[in-house]
Every structure is written in C-alpha cells, then in structure tokens.
C-alpha cells in the first residue's frame, strides 16, 4: 500500500502469490490506482520481471519516468529506488516474476545488463511480442486456476522470461552427446516417481545442473519440454493399466492427474481418444 504525500488518498495493493518455488516466484497484482500523485520512494528487495495486463501506471526512477502498459516488460531492480503515480485512472494489474540473479545471468542477454557483480537491466522496459503475452496471459490464467503443475508452471515461467528477453547467444553449447546424456539422467529422475509433482529445483537438484540449464539442454535433446515428457510417462503408465481398471477417478489421481477430466483430456489429445474407448478397444466383448 502506498500513500500520496500530498493527497491523503491512498493506493490499495492486492497480492496474490500465484506459484513459489525454490527457481520462480509468481504473483499477481493489482493496484486500485486511487492516488494519482507520485507516491513515497520504495526499493525492491529483489529483481522482478513485471508483465502488466491491465490499466497503466508510471515508474520514476531518478531522474526517468517510464509508462508501464500491456505492450512490455517492466524490470524493477534489486536495491533500485523508484516511485509510482497514476496519471490514468482505473488502477492497474500485473503479473510480477522474481528469479534468482543466477538464473538471471543465464538467461538475460549480456547486452540488456550493467557490469557488475549482481544482475541489472540496463533499460527500464523491453517491449513484448503478441505471443509473449500470450503466453503471460496463458501462465497467469493457469496458475489461478490452479491447472499447472509446479514442472510445467515452472517451465512456462522461465520460457516467458527467456522470450521476453530474447535468445543469447551460447558461447558454449554442450556437445551432442553431452546434451543426450544429461537428458537421460532427467529422464531416469522423472520415471523414477513419474506421479510426483516435481519442481524444476528438485530434478536439477538430482541431476547436477541449474534448471535454466536443465530446461534449455533437455527440450534440445528431446524436442519436448520436461513436464510434457512427463505427462507422456503418467500416460503410457495408463495404457498400461486401463485393461484392470475400473476406477477411472482414482487411476488418475494415482497418475499424479489433478482429476478424471483433466486426464482425460490429456488421454484424448495424445491418443486421439478417451480412457473409455480404449479400454473398450482392449478388453474382450463380454468383459465386464
């Protein structure tokens, strides 16, 4: 919440924290935009990515005044002191994402930072592709659904970050063979416990490698990200016992699904039909 030093009106801030983990933090929020004027300095305690999707507002850092909209990326840096005024009404919204500065100087451009120890974007704002917004828009929608998994919400989230910022340049791409390797171990990792839902940390964690690392080499090896090699694993497991089953709910539920409809929607967009009609397919007539 943040007052105006002149008005005696204050901002209402709403958050709501959307995903945590130990490689991403995802919130969303909302500001009623009640004051107009240039509210007291704050300072963020850590780096954010802010995509607003609604209303605009103004971002005062030192000397600069920056219109934050729908159309870019907002960086609001680490120990950064900035204030916020309203000069439109109606509030605004956004979705704020907060990245370790490790996982930062991997994916950020070495152009778009300040020299120095800890990551800081050099510019205020970066403007956003229609797709990226799409997929701003897909994450957020996801996450307050309750839809996404820690892997693949994970996952989105740091491929919204890399495209909001642009591909780099690897100065090093591993080798062939060191890529697939790698990748075998993450697979080794998800079929162990293909039902868990795991975090991005925990298998990087197994494996030996950052999870930018980790989601970079393994949809290069595979041509699919991690959390849809793993929803093929929950499925394959599925076909393998839909013949026995009779309890589709709890075969889900077994299968790490958040429910009998998400994994049947799932079933039919790989397979081209229900666990019902499968099992109608294997099981001999006459089989109750």
Same mark, same amino acid.
């Given at each position: 919440?943040?007052?105006?030093?002149?008005?005696?009106?204050?901002?209402?801030?709403?958050?709501?924290?959307?995903?945590?983990?130990?490689?991403?933090?995802?919130?969303?929020?909302?500001?009623?935009?009640?004051?107009?004027?240039?509210?007291?300095?704050?300072?963020?305690?850590?780096?954010?990515?802010?995509?607003?999707?609604?209303?605009?507002?103004?971002?005062?850092?030192?000397?600069?005044?920056?219109?934050?909209?729908?159309?870019?990326?907002?960086?609001?840096?680490?120990?950064?002191?900035?204030?916020?005024?309203?000069?439109?009404?109606?509030?605004?919204?956004?979705?704020?994402?907060?990245?370790?500065?490790?996982?930062?100087?991997?994916?950020?451009?070495?152009?778009?930072?300040?020299?120095?120890?800890?990551?800081?974007?050099?510019?205020?704002?970066?403007?956003?592709?229609?797709?990226?917004?799409?997929?701003?828009?897909?994450?957020?929608?996801?996450?307050?659904?309750?839809?996404?998994?820690?892997?693949?919400?994970?996952?989105?989230?740091? &491929? @919204?970050?890399?495209? %909001? +910022?642009?591909?780099?340049? =690897? !100065?090093?791409?591993?080798?062939?063979?060191?890529? /697939? $390797? *790698?990748?075998?171990?993450?697979?080794?990792?998800?079929?162990?416990?293909?039902?868990?839902?795991?975090?991005?940390?925990?298998?990087?964690?197994?494996?030996?490698?950052?999870?930018?690392?980790?989601?970079?080499?393994?949809?290069?090896?595979?041509?699919?990200?991690?959390?849809?090699?793993?929803?093929?694993?929950?499925?394959?497991?599925?076909?393998?016992?839909?013949?026995?089953?009779? &309890? @589709?709910?709890?075969? %889900? +539920?077994?299968?790490?699904? =958040? !429910?009998?409809?998400?994994?049947?929607?799932?079933? /039919? $967009? *790989?397979?081209?039909?229900?666990?019902?009609?499968?099992?109608?397919?294997?099981?001999?007539?006459?089989?109750?």
């Amino acid at each position: 919440m943040t007052a105006s030093a002149d008005s005696g009106l204050m901002n209402e801030l709403s958050v709501a924290l959307l995903l945590q983990t130990p490689t991403v933090g995802v919130r969303d929020v909302a500001c009623d935009g009640a004051c107009r004027h240039r509210s007291p300095s704050e300072c963020a305690a850590a780096t954010h990515l802010v995509f607003p999707y609604r209303g605009a507002y103004v971002r005062h850092v030192g000397r600069q005044d920056v219109v934050a909209e729908a159309n870019q990326v907002v960086f609001f840096n680490r120990d950064q002191e900035y204030a916020i005024s309203h000069p439109v009404g109606g509030g605004d919204a956004c979705l704020s994402v907060s990245i370790g500065d490790d996982l930062l100087d991997e994916l950020a451009p070495a152009d778009q930072l300040e020299d120095g120890a800890s990551t800081v974007f050099r510019r205020p704002t970066r403007g956003l592709a229609p797709q990226v917004q799409i997929l701003a828009a897909r994450l957020r929608h996801g996450l307050a659904r309750g839809a996404l998994e820690p892997l693949r919400a994970e996952t989105l989230t740091l &491929d @919204l970050v890399r495209r %909001a +910022l642009g591909e780099r340049a =690897s !100065s090093a791409r591993a080798a062939s063979y060191g890529r /697939r $390797k *790698l990748a075998d171990r993450a697979k080794l990792v998800l079929a162990s416990d293909p039902a868990r839902r795991w975090t991005l940390a925990e298998v990087a964690d197994e494996v030996g490698v950052s999870p930018v690392y980790l989601t970079q080499v393994f949809a290069q090896a595979e041509g699919a990200p991690l959390y849809r090699y793993q929803l093929r694993l929950r499925l394959a497991a599925a076909l393998d016992q839909l013949d026995d089953c009779e &309890d @589709l709910t709890a075969l %889900a +539920l077994d299968l790490g699904f =958040s !429910s009998h409809s998400h994994f049947t929607a799932a079933f /039919r $967009k *790989l397979h081209g039909c229900t666990p019902v009609d499968f099992r109608r397919l294997v099981r001999p007539r006459g089989h109750a």
